[in-house]
């Protein structure tokens, strides 16, 4: 998993830099139609083969789902791993073992609805990542859970408490998650938006 960060991280910073390169180079600031006449070629074949060792790459035998637009699944899977590029991400999860997962967008609304799902024994964890949007998530009701959550720039909600501002990072668990056998640990993380966990 930590490899597949690091690939999505790079073409992040590939596409960062094309970006300002385009920028620049349109606006009259910086010339470089040297390197977009003679090297871009070199760029498509970077991202191709980052893309292609990304889909190689399965944790626990769990392919990831990649996909842009809007989207909604209801899934009965005990593990789960998709990413929406740009657009808002729907889920409800009816697995009767779940073991968490990770789910993340880039550009839009993570919305994941827990409530008819039943943890699997002991910790399970659940990552949520969106750069600019927002997370929702529904739990069961009485749902042994602890929650971490960060933001660079916006709110956190969590069931009693709020934050907002610049860089707040909030941990709450409920009662009942020391002594449970079975737990789920969310990680909720958030660059520009806001976290609601109820």
């Known amino acids: 998993m930590?490899?597949?960060?690091k690939s999505s991280l790079y073409i992040g910073a590939i596409f960062i830099v094309l970006g300002l390169l385009f920028l620049f180079n349109n606006a009259g600031i910086i010339k470089f139609d040297f390197i977009f006449d003679n090297f871009w070629p070199l760029l498509l074949i970077t991202v191709g083969g980052l893309i292609i060792y990304n889909s190689n790459r399965k944790k626990e035998s769990y392919a990831e789902?990649?996909?842009?637009?809007?989207?909604?699944?209801?899934?009965?899977?005990?593990?789960?791993?998709?990413?929406?590029?740009?657009?808002?991400?729907?889920?409800?999860?009816?697995?009767?073992?779940?073991?968490?997962?990770?789910?993340?967008?880039?550009?839009?609304?993570l919305h994941v609805d827990l409530t008819k799902a039943k943890l699997d024994k002991g910790q399970?964890?659940?990552?949520?990542?969106?750069?600019?949007?927002?997370?929702?998530?529904?739990?069961?009701?009485d749902c042994p859970v602890r929650i971490s959550a960060s933001v660079v720039a916006g709110d956190i909600k969590l069931p009693s408490k709020k934050w907002d501002g610049i860089n707040k990072r909030a941990i709450w668990q409920s009662e009942s998650y020391d002594s449970a056998e079975a737990k789920l640990d969310i990680t909720c993380n958030i660059v520009f938006g806001e976290i609601k966990v109820w």
Not at 2 to 5: A, F, K
Not at 81 to 106: E, H, I, W
Not at 124 to 141: A, M, R, W, Y
């Open 2 to 5: 930590e490899s597949r960060s």
């Open 124 to 141: 399970n964890l659940l990552n949520l990542d969106v750069t600019f949007g927002e997370i929702v998530v529904s739990l069961p009701k």
């Open 65 to 109: 789902k990649i996909t842009f637009g809007d989207r909604s699944d209801e899934l009965k899977d005990d593990y789960i791993n998709a990413s929406v590029t740009f657009g808002d991400y729907k889920v409800a999860v009816d697995s009767q073992n779940f073991k968490g997962g990770r789910l993340r967008t880039t550009f839009g609304e």
